[in-house]
């Protein structure tokens, strides 16, 4: 495998994302007023994973890894080259359950569906009540270590 470049999707290739969902991952649908950070190599996207902004925190949302470049860590090294982003607000994700261990080395926490802003709590409810397996998360800054 080729090193990806991992940065902020450029608005001229906006097109390429949702082609990229409708094609891997039907559910999922960038909006323009996203961030959309995304991971390529030399010829194509290979990932991507959106913040929507709402009311002062971000939600992390439609993580998406092609098929053929699963199983490689693309998603962790995704998580780090965004941290700057995760950082920049009170960050929130609903994992889906088997991906709980990929967020958690990612320094998201778990945490109760009534700890959500409500404003969450009614989009994951929405989300749940539809049948999907959902882990409500939070990322939470690691402490210093102190040596």
């Not at 700057?84 to 990612?106: D, G, I, M, R």
């Amino acid at each position: 495998m080729s090193k990806l470049s991992f940065h902020i999707l450029q608005p001229i290739r906006f097109p390429l994302i949702n082609r990229l969902y409708k094609s891997y991952y039907p559910a999922g649908k960038a909006k323009r007023d996203e961030t959309i950070w995304i991971g390529e190599d030399e010829s194509n996207i290979v990932c991507c994973v959106r913040f929507k902004a709402i009311e002062g925190i971000q939600l992390l949302t439609g993580m998406l890894v092609k098929p053929d470049f699963r199983g490689q860590g693309i998603s962790e090294q995704l998580l780090v080259a965004t941290i700057e982003q995760v950082e920049e607000q009170p960050c929130y994700c609903f994992a889906f359950s088997h991906l709980v261990t990929l967020y958690q080395k990612a320094n998201f926490v778990v945490i109760n569906d009534d700890e959500l802003p409500h404003f969450l709590a009614s989009r994951f409810k929405r989300y749940s009540d539809s049948g999907k397996s959902l882990v409500p998360m939070i990322y939470q800054k690691p402490a210093l270590s102190q040596n």
